[in-house]
């Protein structure tokens, strides 16, 4: 069986597939084998738009520093 097949039989394949786990396998599989893969091309929308929101708020200045945000959750662990 040459690629040209067997492209073809994978198109098949994927058209019958709607388990949204197995397709995604089938991404992330097929991906890898790519060059230049980008991580930011492996993650989902929702994984994009919070990235996009943290970056605007450092922009923005809205951030905290680690002792900030340590100090809070040692406030829970003393609880």
């Given at each position: 069986?040459?690629?040209?097949?067997?492209?073809?039989?994978?198109?098949?394949l994927i058209e019958?597939?709607?388990?949204?786990?197995?397709?995604?396998?089938?991404?992330?599989?097929?991906s890898s084998r790519?060059?230049?893969?980008?991580?930011?091309?492996?993650?989902?929308?929702?994984?994009?738009?919070?990235?996009?929101?943290?970056?605007?708020?450092?922009?923005?200045?809205?951030?905290?520093?680690?002792?900030?945000?340590?100090?809070k959750y040692e406030?829970?662990?003393?609880?």
């Amino acid at each position: 069986m040459n690629a040209v097949d067997l492209k073809s039989d994978l198109y098949r394949l994927i058209e019958n597939i709607d388990d949204v786990h197995v397709l995604e396998a089938v991404k992330v599989l097929l991906s890898s084998r790519l060059p230049h893969n980008d991580w930011w091309n492996e993650i989902s929308e929702d994984e994009r738009a919070e990235i996009d929101e943290g970056l605007k708020q450092a922009d923005q200045g809205e951030t905290r520093t680690t002792e900030e945000i340590l100090s809070k959750y040692e406030q829970w662990d003393s609880k």
